[in-house]
């Protein structure tokens, strides 16, 4: 079965530098791969979405890249800010087109002053 | 736009009693939406889909006798958990996609947290 991978431990970083975040999968490449925010509480928020015939998309301050060669996914956010600490999922379709998510775990981004 | 609702945010009941939980979307239809559980520190993990008009589809482990979905219209589907025991204490979160313009990205509603004592 399709399994995701995020870092576990949390990434602290300094204001005004860029945050890079991991999300590693298992066997078959996804037709997309996206990316969401989670705060505590609440529930997920969507960032971007990603095909496998893009390399890179970008909205704002946030960048994906995309490597189905090896099997993994960037998230890249420029000029952080303490309001970008959140936790971080990357979700897959695995179903190719039925919009059946399989989340990561999330990696906690701790943007410090 | 795209949003979706909860209600409620928060429930505290007993063992053995049941527990309705309402997922909207607000200004789309949603023929398809997504009920998940997250247990803390840990990622969100599918239960079911919730059909409009159909049989919700459950993942397997999950009892669809005791997490009951009815998705009557095309705003709202219900997650019901039947005799509740302290171990269905999670964060249930639902989703939903917009029928009229795709159905790649899944837009999620704030969560309801669920106390059974």
């Known amino acids: 079965s399709q399994k995701i991978e995020q870092n576990s431990e949390a990434l602290n970083i300094q204001e005004g530098k860029t945050a890079t975040l991991t999300c590693n999968y298992t066997?078959?490449?996804?037709?997309?791969l996206q990316w969401y925010r989670q705060d505590p509480g609440r529930g997920p928020v969507f960032l971007l979405l990603i095909r496998e015939n893009e390399k890179e998309k970008r909205k704002e301050r946030l960048k994906v890249t995309f490597d189905t060669t090896l099997k993994q996914s960037l998230f890249h956010i420029t000029a952080s800010q303490p309001a970008d600490s959140a936790t971080y999922l990357c979700?897959?379709?695995?179903?190719?087109?039925?919009?059946?998510?399989?989340f990561g775990t999330g990696t906690q981004l701790k943007v410090e002053l | 736009g795209a949003v979706v609702s909860q209600h409620p945010s928060r429930v505290i009941c007993k063992s053995g009693t049941s527990v309705k939980i309402e997922c909207r979307s607000l200004d789309f239809q949603a023929t398809t939406m997504f009920w998940y559980r997250q247990f803390p520190k840990q990622s969100l993990m599918l239960m079911a889909t919730?059909?409009?008009?159909?049989?919700?589809?459950?993942e397997q482990g999950v009892e669809k006798d005791k997490f009951l979905i009815n998705h009557a219209s095309l705003t709202l589907s219900t997650l019901t958990v039947t005799s509740a025991h302290p171990e269905d204490s999670s964060f249930y979160i639902c989703s939903a996609s917009d029928s009229g313009t795709g159905r790649e990205t899944q837009y999620f509603g704030p969560g309801t947290r669920l106390l059974v004592l």
């Open positions: 919730s059909n409009e008009g159909s049989k919700a589809t459950y």
């Open positions: 979700a897959l379709d695995i179903t190719g087109g039925g919009n059946k998510l399989t």
């Open positions: 066997n078959y490449s996804p037709a997309y």
